[in-house]
């Protein structure tokens, strides 16, 4: 797993010689073996043999193994609906699983220090898994950062770098850096890393898969992680067939749902609105096109909700479920239900039903 | 698992047809049989078969499963250090072991309502449990709460009533209210499902076992319920020696301490002080008793620590190990470091040092 490649023009490299392709698109790391493995380790290290790096120590050892639940009250329009608990990751997030997988690759090759630009999340991530790593860690935020945000990152002891203005270009800038291993939302180790999430439900169905997973979307890097595991897990014989992707994002920025229902390859940059999933608007994605890739591969789809329905999903989430998430995590639910009254998803219905009759589940 | 008893006088009662032992002290269910089992579900339901009831619908079939991780920039003193990570529960707390398994049971036995005297992470677990299992909740809570902690909590829709005055009383008075199924810190089924996170540290290293637990005490109903759970596993035959417990407790509120400190084996109230540890600091504490047999049976100890102390292990926790932990939490690291300062456990870290060596680990 020392190459990485194009998942658009094919071209290979070697890891980590480039951030991008020629072509101007992400890289991910080439497939390895893919198994359901027998070993026992916590979380995400059970697939290690899959990753290319080694459990790290400290927090990071603890990301991924979520729970995936059961809440029938949440059940909507005949569909039997599993949660995917990604909040009971050490940090609260997904992004855990890349933090984690990018600082013990950066430990493995001799490498002091990680960095990564975001305001929220991963920023919290990336500083705590390095801390448990006993790696140094540069934080890029915004200036205006609300200080409590500021607190909760500062906590682990990354040093902190507060750009004025322009925080929307600093993701590129921030490839050109020298002396900090970058790993931003799309990295080749940090979508390796957020794979392990697909891995695991499908693992939990198998051999079947679910019928349709919905995700929000913000950079399209974890919907390429999820993308990349099933091409995987296909490709080994794994699992049959591929569950349909569909990205939700928040109306207010909503550069790939606007781009899929256009049936462009190609994802615009557009002027974002505000909106309360404001860890989701990114409106100049840069893994856009490739989150399309994967939403026509697998037959799957792409929907905007309201802050009103975003609110409404989040108090439904809490009260039906006993899950009380972000804004930008009831996204997801708030597409499920704007889908279902779509009738984009009704045939999911049927191929729910059918799940719902085999003997052994 | 239909009858319970008493721990101290072995007085037995069908459950759940008395609170408290006639002799006052609290009751748990009599051992079931317990085995390291095959079945694979999420969480602590792994242990389903030695638990009194099954899994709920919702958040809490997502209780209990969380990381035991090695974080060696935290090993202090020669100590091995194995951190279990608590708060990789569904509301971030272990309350929600022993709010499940209540939850469940309330169900399975036809009850409308649950409820709970807290004014944190309790209620906040109670009423989510409640939530994702379709239960009415109602949650006691000081009339002074803080509007942001009260709001976390009405986000999962339970009946909240402000208590005004006595708040420390209502612990014994909502035994007698009728209509609520009341689970407080020490009740047979929250004894019976906060002894699963001792399940799954024991068979993480079985059938070896770690030298000492150290944890952060409050009401006693969290150790009483390792203490069980050890017991349970050394009648299995499935341990053959059993972890010394050691309790820890901030300075300022530390009745069961100053007990063990005076050799004493009934706990008296005490008028305890402010404390940033304010989620433990339980100066009458319902458990005491049992929390101190639990000690002398395992040949542990007790350990008071301060303010500072704990700050600097909440700290240390953030900066060495990624671990963001209330202070409550880091009472268990700081009070680590008490034990070893004291030279208390100095046999410990011989013990671990033979563990280094053994191959298999």
Redesign the interface.
């Known amino acids: 797993m020392s190459t990485v490649r194009c998942y658009d023009c094919g071209r290979s490299f070697a890891f980590p010689e480039r951030k991008r392709c020629e072509c101007g698109e992400p890289l991910w790391f080439d497939h390895g073996e893919v198994a359901w493995p027998d070993r026992r380790d916590?979380?995400m290290w059970r697939y290690a043999d899959s990753l290319p790096a080694a459990a790290p120590?400290?927090?990071?050892?603890?990301a991924g193994?979520t729970?995936?639940?059961?809440?029938?009250?949440?059940d909507t329009g005949g569909v039997e609906l599993y949660l995917k608990?990604e909040?009971?990751?050490?940090?609260g997030s997904f992004k855990d699983r890349g933090s984690a997988l990018a600082v013990a690759s950066a430990r493995e090759r001799g490498i002091d220090r990680v960095g990564t630009v975001s305001h929220g999340n991963m920023a919290?991530s990336t500083?705590?898994?390095?801390?448990?790593?006993?790696l140094e860690c540069t934080v890029c935020v915004p200036a205006d950062i609300p200080e409590e945000r500021l607190a909760?990152i500062a906590?682990?002891?990354p040093e902190i770098l507060r750009v004025e203005g322009e925080y929307g270009r600093l993701y590129e800038r921030s490839l050109e850096l020298e002396g900090v291993d970058f790993v931003n939302s799309d990295t080749p180790l940090r979508v390796a890393g957020q794979k392990t999430v697909a891995y695991e439900i499908c693992e939990a169905f198998a051999s079947d898969v679910p019928d349709a997973i919905v995700l929000p979307v913000s950079s399209g890097g974890q919907l390429s992680g999820i993308w990349k595991a099933i091409l995987e897990l296909r490709a080994a014989g794994l699992i049959d067939e591929r569950p349909r992707l569909y990205a939700s994002q928040a109306s207010a920025c909503d550069p790939i749902v606007r781009a899929f229902g256009a049936d462009r390859r190609e994802v615009s940059p557009i002027e974002g609105g505000e909106t309360i999933a404001y860890s989701i608007a990114n409106a100049d994605p840069p893994s856009g096109n490739r989150a399309l890739a994967a939403l026509r591969d697998t037959d799957g789809g792409a929907v905007s909700v309201s802050d009103d329905a975003i609110r409404a999903a989040q108090?439904r989430l809490?009260?039906?479920?006993?899950?009380?998430v972000e804004a930008s995590s009831a996204v997801a639910y708030a597409g499920l239900e704007r889908l279902l009254e779509r009738g984009e998803i009704g045939a999911i219905r049927d191929v729910y039903k059918r799940q719902g009759s085999h003997s052994t589940r």
Chains 1, 2 share one sequence.
């Not at 500083?127 to 006993?134: E, I, K, N, R, S």
């Open positions: 916590p979380g120590a400290g927090v990071g050892a603890a193994g729970p995936l639940v059961r809440a029938p009250r949440l608990d909040g009971q990751n050490p940090t919290m500083a705590a898994c390095a801390a448990g790593a006993g909760h906590r682990y002891g108090r809490a009260r039906k479920g006993g899950f009380r």
